[in-house]
């Protein structure tokens, strides 16, 4: 599968040894989603958020959202061994992907052969839908 591809092939860019796409993918695809249910809450929900063992409450903490993120992106960056995607962060607007990289560094990937699906606004996704 080309997603598969592109995990393996973003890992290796980014020093990671021997990566498996698919353990990739699936590990970011659990991450994106919990990154989307937090965002989610965040804007609609005022009870309390549970993510893990954390419990954030988004409504009565203004720094809350910030450590939820802070969380998600260590989750991204044990994926890949400790490292983080130059220009990656996490989505706060709750009506698309979650887990991007800002469109400068998507295309100097592009340049280096790593052709991450993208959304509209340009960035590139570390997860999106698989179809087909």
């Not at 549970?50 to 960056?77: I, M, P, Q, W």
């Not at 995607?85 to 009506?95: E, H, M, T």
Request: charged share 25%; proline share 5%; hydrophobic share 35%.
């Amino acid at each position: 599968m080309a997603h598969y591809g592109r995990c393996e092939a973003l890992a290796r860019h980014l020093g990671c040894q021997d990566p498996d796409g698919k353990k990739i993918s699936v590990a970011l695809l659990k991450i994106e989603r919990e990154a989307c249910r937090g965002t989610e809450h965040a804007c609609s929900y005022p009870e309390p958020f549970v993510s893990g063992v954390e419990t954030y409450n988004f409504h009565k903490d203004e720094d809350a959202l910030d450590r939820f993120c802070g969380a998600v992106s260590d989750g991204v960056a044990r994926v890949f061994e400790g490292e983080l995607p130059r220009g990656f962060f996490v989505s706060r607007d709750p009506r698309g992907y979650a887990l991007k990289i800002n469109q400068a560094e998507t295309e100097k990937l592009a340049a280096a052969g790593i052709q991450l699906a993208k959304d509209w606004g340009g960035y590139g996704l570390l997860s999106p839908e698989i179809t087909g």
